[in-house]
């Protein structure tokens, strides 16, 4: 179970920070939003790995290793999208200028966390294989 707290931490950690950055240093930073979102998805597919090895090790390492990637990339996916409808739902998109279509900046962002996640799962499933 600890193993599956560290990714949690490291997510809650990541968004505070970046969040804190953005206040700090005023103003709207797009660079800020890469990074949290690539992150994002780094750590939601690292969170999924965690959580399905902490479930049944076996299925884990007896899965093809396309099977796996498909299903870290959903569950990064999933948290992905818990994230945007928090943004909503707190009003961060929109105190932002540089967002323009809610529906385009959402997108955008999702994307990023595909990509986040698809860079963290090479080194995830490598682990696990061993």
Not at 29 to 57: D, K, Q
Request: hydrophobic share 55%.
């Amino acid at each position: 179970m600890k193993r599956v707290l560290v990714p949690v931490v490291v997510l809650a950690l990541l968004l505070i920070t970046s969040l804190a950055l953005e206040h700090l240093l005023g103003g709207e930073r797009p660079w800020l939003n890469v990074i949290r979102h690539l992150s994002l998805g780094a750590v939601g597919a690292w969170f999924s790995a965690e959580a399905w090895n902490w479930a049944s090790v076996e299925s884990f390492r007896s899965a093809p290793w396309w099977f796996r990637a498909i299903t870290l990339v959903a569950g990064a996916i999933l948290l992905c999208v818990s994230w945007e409808l928090l943004e909503y739902q707190f009003n961060l998109v929109a105190s932002r200028t540089d967002v323009g279509n809610p529906y385009d900046d959402t997108m955008k962002d999702l994307r990023m966390d595909i990509v986040g996640a698809l860079l963290v799962i090479p080194f995830v499933c490598r682990r696990r294989d061993r």
